[in-house]
């Protein structure tokens, strides 16, 4: 098993550029959602899904929108990038349920100039 | 709204001594995932416990319900242990987790 895989590790972005994170698991997880992890403010949950053509939105959801068509895949789309959006985002994917264990991606670096 | 609180935020210690690291939390949380971040690293999940105790060789995981509150243990430190460890309360049915801000331990030879 591959895990799950983020791509891309790195991004640099103009403000209004628009992109779009992806993220792939490989495990059958239900369960899938996106933070961003910023200094001093640890991880937030900014879009989440516990099953494909189910998402709902989680602290920090504005700016960025997912969709859910397969289990495998949760891409993370940026509109309109702005400043306020550099980031390290992490995906990450489970079984649904409070006895299962996270598995994380390990990350994108995105840089909104 | 749910809430975890870690502590200490920085921690420095020697090598092979005792470290604690404590996460306390709201209501409404009824599971707890304790989580390793190297520096410039990836997430890695290190338990989940709902309840008792989890051991996996040097580190150890209790959670006390009844006090909302959780501890993570290392024995015997090592300089590898160095690295932002986290908790991260999960509430309910929506599975949405609440994380504290990390505790940077850094641990010399």
């Known amino acids: 098993n591959a895990g799950v895989t983020q791509t891309p590790k790195f991004q640099v972005l103009k403000t209004g550029q628009s992109m779009t994170l992806q993220c792939a698991q490989d495990m059958n997880h239900e369960y899938m959602s996106w933070y961003r992890q910023d200094p001093g403010m640890g991880l937030r949950l900014i879009h989440y899904?516990?099953?494909?053509?189910?998402?709902d939105q989680g602290e920090v959801p504005n700016g960025y929108n997912v969709s859910r068509s397969t289990t495998e895949d949760f891409p993370l789309r940026l509109l309109s990038a702005a400043p306020s959006q550099t980031s390290v985002y992490f995906c990450a994917s489970s079984y649904y349920g409070n006895n299962s264990p996270l598995h994380f991606g390990n990350g994108t670096r995105l840089t909104v100039t | 709204k749910n809430e975890v609180e870690q502590s200490p935020q920085n921690l420095t210690a020697q090598e092979g001594e005792f470290i604690t690291i404590n996460c306390s939390y709201s209501?409404?949380?009824?599971?707890l995932h304790w989580l390793q971040q190297h520096p410039g690293g990836g997430i890695v999940s290190l338990f989940m416990l709902s309840s008792g105790k989890k051991k996996h060789g040097r580190l150890i995981a209790t959670i006390n319900i009844q006090e909302k509150h959780s501890s993570l243990h290392i024995t015997a430190s090592h300089p590898r242990d160095s690295a932002v460890y986290i908790c991260a309360g999960c509430g309910g049915s929506n599975y949405k987790l609440t994380f504290g801000k990390g505790t940077l331990l850094t641990v010399n030879p």
């Open positions: 899904s516990v099953g494909a053509g189910i998402t």
């Open positions: 209501v409404g949380i009824s599971a």
